[in-house]
C-alpha cells in the first residue's frame, strides 16, 4: 500500500503530460468523426460561433471619494460629468470631483489638454495629480474620457432635422399651403457651420395668399468652453408684404449660458450690414444690431422637448427700424427619428410699407424627421 502511494506521489514528467492529454485529444477527435452527420454538423456550427462570437466588453469600476464602489460602463466624461451605465438604475450623472479611481477591462480614450488620446486601463485621481497607468499627469490636463470623434477632428459630425406642415382643401375652397423648414449643423474640433431654410407658400382658388422664403447659414469657432466668435449671412423675401428682399452679413460673439443632455441656451449678438428692398421703395442699405438666442429643455428626457428661438434686426440708421422672427414649441419623438410639433411662430417688422400689418402669427402642426 506505501508502495502505491509513493508511486502516485511522483510528479509526472513533461513527455507524461504530453502522452496524456495528447491521448485525451486523440480519444476526443475519435468520437467527433464517429458521430452522427448530424451530430458533426451541431459540433461544427457550434465551432464556428464561439470563434466569431465578439469578445466580451470587460467591466468597469468606479471608486467615490466616499469608498463606494459601482461597477458598470464608464460612457464619457466631459464638462465635469461621468457619464456611467449601470444595470441596476440604468446611466447615471457623476459630478467627475467625487471619483477617485477607475479600473477597466479593456482600455478607455483619456483625452488630455489638445485634441488626441491615450489608451489607459487604470486612473487614480487626487486633487493635483493624476496617475494614468503608470503616467502622472496634473489633474487639470484630463479633459474628456471616451470623446467623439469628432470633438478630436478625426470625424466630423452632421446633425440636423426636416419638418413639414401641409394643408390641402378642396371643395367649395381650393386652397394648397405648404411649409417645409429645415436645420443642418456640421461640427469638428471648435468649428461649426449652421445652415437654416425656410419656405411657406399658400395658394387659395389660384391666388397667391402667401410667398415667404429664408436661407441663413453661420459658420463659428469655440474659443473657450463657453465663448464662441463667428460670422453669419442671411436672405429672406415675402411677396405678400411686399419684401423684395433683405439680406445682411457680418460677424458675431456667442455665449453658451447652459449646455447639457438636457437643457440648452445660447445667446449671439453682432453687427450687420443690411440691405433692404420693398415694391414701393428703394433699396436702403444700413447698418443694424443683431441678435440671436436659442433656447430647448427636455421636460420628459428624451422624449418631450420645448424649444423656443427668435432672431432680429435693429437699424442703426436714422429712421430706425425693429425686425424679428421667433418661434415656440414643442417636440415629441414618434420612432426612428420621426417627430411631430406644435409651433407658433412671431413676425414684427416696424418698417412695414402701408397698408401692412407689422405682425404676423402663424400656428402649425408639423411632422418631422431629426438625425
Not at 220 to 229: C, G, I
Amino acid at each position: 500500500m506505501t508502495e502505491r502511494h509513493e508511486e502516485i506521489k511522483q510528479p509526472l514528467s513533461q513527455n507524461d503530460i504530453s502522452g496524456y492529454f495528447g491521448a485525451m485529444n486523440k480519444q476526443k477527435l475519435t468520437n467527433v468523426m464517429s458521430a452522427s452527420p448530424h451530430h458533426r454538423l451541431a459540433i461544427a456550427l457550434c465551432t464556428v460561433l464561439l470563434m466569431s462570437a465578439p469578445p466580451a466588453i470587460g467591466a468597469q469600476t468606479i471608486v467615490l471619494d466616499n469608498g463606494d464602489r459601482l461597477t458598470g460602463t464608464v460612457l464619457r466624461m466631459s464638462d465635469g460629468i461621468l457619464q456611467f451605465r449601470t444595470d441596476y438604475a440604468g446611466t447615471i450623472g457623476i459630478d467627475w470631483k467625487k471619483v477617485r479611481e477607475i479600473r477597466s477591462e479593456e482600455p478607455m480614450k483619456i483625452r488630455l489638454t489638445g485634441n488626441g488620446t491615450i489608451p489607459v486601463k487604470s486612473l487614480n485621481r487626487n486633487e493635483t495629480n493624476l496617475l494614468l497607468d503608470n503616467r502622472i499627469e496634473p489633474a487639470f490636463n484630463l479633459t474628456q474620457i471616451n470623446p467623439d470623434d469628432w470633438e478630436t477632428g478625426k470625424a466630423a459630425r452632421i446633425t440636423g432635422e426636416i419638418n413639414l406642415a401641409l394643408k390641402l382643401d378642396r371643395g367649395n375652397t381650393h386652397e394648397n399651403r405648404i411649409n417645409l423648414s429645415s436645420n443642418l449643423e456640421w461640427k469638428k474640433l471648435t468649428h461649426r457651420v449652421r445652415l437654416a431654410g425656410e419656405i411657406e407658400y399658400d395658394k387659395t382658388n389660384n391666388i397667391e395668399t402667401l410667398s415667404r422664403r429664408s436661407i441663413e447659414t453661420t459658420w463659428d469657432s469655440h474659443f473657450s468652453k463657453n465663448l464662441y466668435y463667428g460670422a453669419t449671412t442671411s436672405f429672406k423675401t415675402n411677396r405678400i408684404t411686399a419684401l423684395d428682399h433683405r439680406w445682411s452679413a457680418g460677424p458675431y460673439a456667442g455665449w453658451n449660458l447652459f449646455g447639457n443632455n438636457r437643457t440648452r441656451l445660447s445667446a449671439e449678438t453682432g453687427l450687420e450690414y443690411t440691405s433692404e428692398s420693398y415694391h414701393s421703395r428703394a433699396t436702403q442699405y444700413f447698418l443694424s444690431d443683431a441678435w440671436r438666442m436659442d433656447f430647448s429643455h427636455f421636460v420628459i428626457p428624451g422624449k418631450v422637448e420645448i424649444y423656443h428661438r427668435n432672431k432680429g434686426l435693429l437699424s442703426l440708421a436714422k429712421e430706425g427700424g425693429l425686425t424679428f422672427d421667433s418661434w415656440t414649441g414643442i417636440k415629441i419623438p414618434i420612432a426612428g427619428g420621426l417627430q411631430t410639433s406644435a409651433e407658433f411662430k412671431t413676425g414684427y417688422n416696424s418698417n412695414a410699407p402701408v397698408g401692412n400689418e407689422p405682425w404676423d402669427t402663424t400656428w402649425r402642426m408639423r411632422l418631422g424627421y431629426r438625425w
